[in-house]
């Protein structure tokens, strides 16, 4: 008996058949894997491990059963000109470490891109400014941005004693450039770290980051 002959043009369709499909995996396997990696609330945070503007190693660890907030900074973006040039963010920045908070401003920008300091001008910006976080942190590879899947400037998070998240998006409910509007403003970080140190759930653990885009390196 003649056994059937498959054409060419038949076993190239096969075959490019089989590599989309192959292909299709795999990228289905990234997707789900960055969607793994992706913060939630009531997670553990993603660990980080940076240095600071001072030049010291520092790690998510070291701050360890204490409310920590992450605040991503552009010195050039009008929204964070916005906050710092009303002293809003200075103001919230100072009530949250005299209530013993942790305040960590990190710096993403990649170097040659908007907004990129190296240690020495992030604390002359900071000194500036009178800004009063805990620390600086130096992020110029973007590792921990993309850890945490930051994506403006300024965009908030708000990490428990227990290491866990509670609070990442917008500063407030005012998504505009217009110092005014903060006088409105519902600012959920502030309210965020309210209910912790009442003993309570975060009411608002997220919302709608706005701001400039990070200035990331390329991938």
């Known amino acids: 008996m003649m056994k059937a002959r498959v054409c060419a043009p038949q076993r190239l369709r096969r075959h490019a058949g089989a590599a989309f499909f192959a292909v299709a995996l795999l990228l289905a396997g990234l997707a789900a894997s960055v969607a793994e990696a992706a913060p939630a609330i009531g997670e553990p945070a993603p660990s980080f491990t940076v240095r600071s503007a001072d030049g010291a190693e520092r790690s998510l660890a070291d701050y360890a059963g204490r409310v920590v907030v992450l605040e991503w900074t552009n010195r050039d973006c009008p929204y964070v000109r916005k906050h710092y040039g009303t002293g809003n963010m200075q103001a919230l920045q100072k009530r949250a470490t005299e209530g013993g908070v942790v305040w960590l401003t990190v710096i993403s920008s990649a170097p040659g891109e908007q907004g990129y300091a190296d240690g020495g001008q992030a604390k002359q910006i900071a000194a500036a400014a009178g800004a009063a976080p805990s620390e600086i942190l130096l992020d110029p590879d973007g590792t921990m941005g993309r850890a945490y899947a930051a994506k403006t400037t300024p965009h908030m998070y708000v990490i428990d004693r227990d290491g866990r998240l509670v609070y990442m998006g917008g500063i407030d409910d005012r998504p505009t450039t217009r110092p005014a509007d903060i006088q409105s403003a519902r600012n959920y970080v502030a309210a ?3 209910d912790l140190a009442a003993g309570q759930p975060v009411e608002i653990s ?11 390196r390329p991938s």
Do not use: F
Request: charged share 15%; net charge positive; with cysteine.
């Open 206 to 216: 997220s919302s709608r980051p706005y701001g400039c885009s990070i200035k990331y």
């Open 192 to 194: 965020a770290l309210a």
